[in-house]
């Protein structure tokens, strides 16, 4: 059961929650017909789990069904987020934070905190329910 369909929300999600909640997909392989990633929030919006219906690999090369994001910041059209068990270190020596950001055209991109601002990864696209 996720956790989107436990919480009941007085009002509508507000922006970016409402925009990211769902099932999304890399475009570039394909995923939304293979292992879509369904991006669910706690009541209170401090956690966002990336749910997988099979395994998928992680950044330290762990196969997790469930990613849990801690939610540190949120804007208009982005949410700032930290991965909890993160082992990869930014420039700094600190774990990585990473950027879900939302973009104009309906797609999501995420961008490592630590990278220049114009780069992001490949684009998640809303897969079909």
């Known amino acids: 059961m996720s956790l989107s369909a436990c919480a009941t929300f007085d009002s509508p999600l507000p922006a970016p929650y409402s925009t990211i909640a769902?099932?999304?997909?890399?475009?570039?392989?394909?995923?939304?017909?293979g292992?879509?990633?369904?991006?669910e929030f706690s009541r209170d919006l401090h956690i966002m789990n990336a749910v997988h219906d099979e395994a998928a690999e992680a950044g330290d090369g762990d196969?997790?069904?469930?990613?849990?994001y801690r939610v540190l910041s949120s804007s208009a059209n982005s949410l700032h987020l930290s991965l909890d068990g993160e082992t990869r270190l930014d420039a700094s020596g600190s774990p990585v934070t990473w950027h879900l950001v939302a973009f104009e055209d309906g797609t999501l991109r995420w961008r490592q905190s630590d990278w220049p601002t114009d780069e992001f990864t490949s684009e998640l696209v809303r897969c079909d329910t």
Do not use: A, H, Q
């Open 22 to 33: 769902g099932n999304w997909g890399f475009r570039e392989i394909n995923e939304c017909s």
């Open 63 to 68: 196969l997790r069904k469930i990613f849990k």
């Open 35 to 39: 292992n879509p990633t369904d991006f």
